[in-house]
């Protein structure tokens, strides 16, 4: 099976646009994983516009919410990382004025400190991806730092299936990323600007192991309710 993991960030986008404590993501969080996510991502950015201190350590404290924490190289952001001890980690990029992540890792430009970063982890025992652009190069790379999963920046396929233009080469270039990176032992995810086509046809490669989805299910979550919207993404997924 598929795994859905769920990023509840604009759960806490709504409640900050009020500067009050509703919607609670740490709620959203619990519910979610009643109502068939197989994980919660949070990210926590240096400019705390979403997701904050408190709700990663009340997340992070629950047992029954499985919670894949997104942060940047910063060291602050990776001391309060290692001081909650989510279930999982993922490495991802960071600029402030960026509307959402833009795109994956630079590996190269930060082995030793990605290096480090990823050791850490390790010895909480803490499973860790590194956020990547889909290009052969950097899961290689991602392989030297042994990090425990890659996950694929998603965000170009998934414009091009919404305007429908032409994604064959961009789904050919993540297939071989995928075969790629399941050969040489690493576990495959992909996330970024998903919605229920672009994941239908992503789920074809059966490599991909986990799908993150966050502002679509909050989007269709409006009309829908999340419980629906996160039952017909695990439908879509694992057809």
Not at 57 to 81: F, G, M, R
Not at 214 to 236: D, M, S, V
């Amino acid at each position: 099976m598929i795994r859905l993991g769920v990023n509840i960030d604009h759960v806490a986008t709504v409640r900050n646009a009020r500067g009050s404590f509703h919607p609670d993501p740490f709620n959203i969080a619990k519910y979610v994983m009643r109502v068939g996510a197989d994980s919660v991502t949070i990210h926590l950015r240096e400019d705390r516009r979403h997701i904050n201190d408190s709700d990663v350590q009340k997340i992070c404290k629950n047992k029954y919410v499985k919670t894949n924490l997104e942060i940047s190289l910063n060291k602050n952001i990776l001391n309060i990382a290692l001081k909650n001890k989510p279930n999982f980690i993922c490495i991802v990029p960071e600029k402030r004025k960026e509307i959402t992540t833009e795109g994956g890792i630079n590996l190269k430009k930060n082995m030793n400190k990605i290096r480090k970063i990823i050791s850490k982890f390790k010895k909480k025992k803490i499973r860790t991806s590194l956020f990547i652009d889909p290009n052969l190069k950097d899961i290689k790379i991602a392989k030297k730092l042994e990090t425990d999963c890659i996950e694929l920046h998603t965000g170009k396929i998934s414009n091009l299936v919404k305007f429908n233009k032409n994604y064959k080469h961009e789904y050919n270039k993540i297939k071989k990323c995928c075969i790629l990176a399941q050969k040489i032992g690493l576990e495959v995810h992909a996330g970024h600007g998903l919605d229920y086509k672009t994941a239908a046809i992503l789920s074809k490669l059966k490599q991909i192991e986990e799908f993150n989805i966050g502002h679509f299910i909050i989007g269709e979550a409006i009309l829908h309710g999340i419980k629906n919207t996160i039952k017909r993404f695990k439908k879509i997924i694992n057809k």
